[in-house]
């Protein structure tokens, strides 16, 4: 469904993805860890083409792209495989929680208003928040906020979900919250790349874990294999640390 053969991306003379390989099934989740500043969310805006990558080529939901010979339609179809939940939940904060989640719907499909209040009003139920939906951003919790994050991105009607760092802006007591709502878009048959410092939700939700450092694809396995058996020494000693942190 998603395949990733020699992804490059640098930002000037600073190499941040120097040669990203993977593929993941549909309906599957990839969780991807790794230290501060080793490309995890170049690579995820790399996907999504808000960052565009130097070289390599990405395959997704059978759009085949060779980054170096992309063209302008290519682009725009690469563009609507994938909706990204960002880290600090990119609201508008002049807009109600109905119309933050009412834009990705407007741009997406040929809906009249009250149909298009009516399918976000849905995305705003499966999230929980119905009783919020005429409220502005700034009236919401973080945990709030960035479940409209996920309507929102759910509105897009993307076979793939994006999502980076969802919880770490969080205070820890709003983090369940989310996980759980992650977790039920799990079961949506979509399939879910995220980013996290969340190791036992990973272990927990993922069908494929990668841990990524400076700009490289450690490794790559099971949650189980990752999290119990890593075969790379860096593995190991990140995994312990982070749990050890907790
Ligand atoms: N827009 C940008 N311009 C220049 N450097 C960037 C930009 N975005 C990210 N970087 C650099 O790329 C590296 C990887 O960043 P990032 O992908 O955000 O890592 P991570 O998400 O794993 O913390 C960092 O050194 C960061 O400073
Ligand atoms: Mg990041």
Redesign the pocket.
Known sequence: MIKVNHLK?S??K?E??KDINFELNQGEVLA?I????????????CLNWL?QPDGGTISINNIDIEIENINKKQKQQLIKQSAMVFQHYNLFKNKTVLQNVTIGLKTNKQLDRSAIDARASDYIEQVGLSDFKHKYPVTLSGGQQQRVGIARALALDTPVLLF??PTSALDPELVSGVLNVIKSVAKLNKTLII?THEMSFAEDIADKVIF?ED?FIVESGTPKQIFNNPRQERTAEFVKNDKGVK
Do not use: A, C, Q, Y
């Open positions: 991306k930002f000037g600073t941040v993805l991807i790794g230290p501060s500043g080793s490309g995890k969310s170049t690579l995820l805006r960052e980076d760092e980013v990524m700009g």
